[in-house]
């Protein structure tokens, strides 16, 4: 439902509220499985449109000599020709639901507004039945168009330039067969395989060698283990991580909202200055959970920060489970943002569904685990789309979450990353309406990096109001990372400030609210640094390769390239320098220096 005003007196929708940016030429990324944070853009028009691919099966690729405000006016009847092309040849039960169009409601949408006019496009879609996607039909049709590019008829007929099936991109206008492209197939086929081999034993060489240098880095770092006792702080052994979910150390909460730092110095200076067993094996059993892991002591972290290859070479050995498009209820292929970027199911959020809406318990959400094991402590989403704005709120509303933390802006490079889903302006007369909730801005401040708002959330159906407090990092650059820590650690700890104050009220606070414009890389940056502060408060130590590890078969995708890894890093050794400077009785400064992540930009 589009936003809307409201008047003091009584709730009307009068006028629409837009954005106050310029609505850009809608682009969409290329068809890929890899994930990115970043939306594909071209300073010059191409005359092929570049989709967004899902992860079916198989699909179809049309390339059409007409534009695509001609193809959206005949949409309709570009499917009842697909279907009839089908009921005469293969099926029968097919109908006009069975042709799903790969994006086409982002595409035409903004169709009106779009001056410029492709000569040609390309089309992608995928057939689907009762049990969702179909790849036979798919290939039924596809084999029907390879043959006969004027099947569909109608306005079609000579517009069909060429046919491709996906993922794997096959020209059928070319034919292969002859013998003499056996013979150079043969020839081809014998020397890859001869590069292969050589290329192998190359690999293997290298890895040896790499693996030699890792030992010796390792050592400086961690010491032999056979001399090496628990005599020092720099490091925790890694056969001290226990999978086991246990939480044995106990933390009482605050008194004053604003004593995080101090309470971590209690704890730290408590504790003796050497390690024991014991203290090991508590820490490790709060941190580590299912996974590999690496828990680092606060002065481990600050050297490990030091040596870029070994924290690529860890964030390479993460691996990157992915859902697909199977995985998502058929007909919600239009609440993603991004079509290879999906909601894992088991932890997906669900929302309440509404009498004759199927799908309006789905949304592009996960929960996330916080620290010592705590469930459900964030939700990780994509951006608002403007036809999701209300399910985003209706997801803030139903799960009480008391903050929501943004770190992308509505449009980055001229390219839409978020729907305007609050108002930017305080006052009544601002008010955004998505369906059965209102959202006005009541205060707002500007800190440094970033900026906090308090919202007020309306039910209008029960004429229930709640505050939720809205936090927008506008330091985050369009590429790469910030240059500077300092933004990010400051807004989370102004966030925990919220979650509170919300438990002193209510008793229990609901999960906090994290999203970037994919709701994952970006996003995962900001709970990964929260968790392994919390950590270092509570023990001394943080564990990032078991956190980021645990949290992508949660969201999928989280944490998507190695500047934001070693930016995760860079955060927690500034965090932990913090904390040390605090038990030796030093003043902790602000004003650290940052060139320290040159490094990542030149290499990662």
């Known amino acids: 439902m589009p936003p809307s005003t409201v008047e003091t007196s009584t709730i009307r929708p009068t006028t629409t509220i ?76 097919v109908t006009y639901t069975d042709v799903v169009l ?27 039945g009762k049990d969702g996607t179909d790849p036979k039909m798919t290939e039924d049709i596809y084999s029907l168009l390879s043959k006969d590019r004027d099947v569909l008829g109608g306005i079609f007929i000579g517009k069909i330039q060429k046919v491709y099936l996906g ?12 013998r003499g492209s056996m013979s150079i197939g043969v020839t081809a086929a014998v020397t890859i395989a001869v590069i292969f081999c050589i290329s192998l034993v190359l690999f293997i060489a290298i890895q040896v060698i790499r693996k030699q240098q890792n030992i010796a880095f ?91 290859r070994t924290i690529v070479e860890e964030f390479e050995s993460l691996p990157m489970p992915m859902p697909k498009a199977s995985d998502i209820p058929p007909g919600t292929e239009d609440k ?64 009480q979450a008391p903050a929501i933390v943004m770190l992308t802006d509505f449009e980055e490079q001229e390219v839409p990353k978020c729907a305007q889903y609050f108002p930017l302006e305080e006052g009544l007369h601002n008010t955004l309406m998505f369906g059965d909730y209102s959202v006005t801005t009541k205060k707002s ?9 308090t919202l007020q959330l309306k039910d209008l159906e029960f004429n229930l109001c709640r505050e939720v407090t809205h936090y927008w990092m506008t330091s985050w650059p369009v590429f790469g990372v910030p240059r500077t820590t300092a933004h990010i650690i400051h807004l989370l700890q102004d966030v925990r400030v919220t979650v509170r104050s919300r438990e002193v009220l209510h008793s229990k606070a609901g999960p906090v609210v994290v999203h970037c414009s994919p709701g994952s890389g970006r996003t995962g940056v900001a709970i990964a640094v929260d968790i392994g502060m919390r950590w270092m408060e509570d023990t001394g130590a943080a564990d990032v390769l078991n956190t980021v590890h645990n949290m992508r078969h949660e969201r999928a995708g989280a944490i998507m390239t190695k500047q934001q890894y070693a930016f995760t890093y860079k955060a927690l050794s500034r965090y932990a320098k913090k904390l040390m400077k605090l038990e030796q009785g030093s003043e902790s400064s602000d004003s650290e220096s940052d060139e320290e992540l040159d490094w990542v930009e030149g290499t990662a």
């Open 336 to 399: 993603n943002r991004y079509m290879n970027v999906l909601p894992v199911v088991q932890t997906r959020v669900p929302l309440l569904k509404r009498p004759g809406f199927p799908h309006s318990d789905y949304i592009n959400a996960n929960f996330v685990t916080g620290y010592k094991f705590q469930t459900r402590a964030y939700i990780a989403t994509q951006a608002p789309l403007e036809q999701t704005c209300e399910d985003f709120w209706r997801m803030v509303w139903e799960q």
């Open 18 to 93: 837009r954005p106050t940016t310029t609505r850009p030429q809608t682009t969409t990324m290329t068809p890929s499985t890899t994930v990115s944070t970043s939306a594909v853009t071209s300073r010059h028009p191409t005359s092929r449109v570049i989709t967004q691919i899902p992860d079916p099966d198989s699909y179809i690729m049309v390339e059409m000599k007409m534009s695509w405000p001609q193809f959206c006016k005949a949409q309709k009847e570009f499917k009842n020709a697909v279907i009839s092309v089908l009921r005469g040849k293969t099926v029968n039960d």
């Open 445 to 453: 401040c500007r800190r440094k990096g970033y900026r906090i708002t």
């Open 218 to 308: 390792k050592r400086q770092y961690y010491g032999n283990k056979s001399t090496q006792g628990l005599d020092t702080t720099d490091s925790f052994p890694l056969e001290y991580c226990s999978p086991e979910k246990s939480s044995t150390l106990s933390s009482e909460p605050s008194k004053s909202e604003l004593a995080f730092v101090n309470e971590a110095l209690e704890r730290v200076m408590n504790s003796s200055a050497v390690l024991t067993v014991a203290q090991v094996e508590t820490a490790a059993s709060v941190t580590a959970q299912d996974g590999p892991c690496n828990l680092l002591s606060l002065s481990g972290i600050v050297k490990f920060y030091s040596n870029i």
């Open 102 to 128: 790969i994006n086409i409601t982002r595409i035409c949408l903004p169709m009106r507004s779009r001056k410029t006019r492709e000569s040609s496009i390309t089309v992608s879609f995928y057939m689907t």
């Open 167 to 178: 993922p794997p991109e096959i020209d059928v206008t070319g034919r292969e067969g002859t």
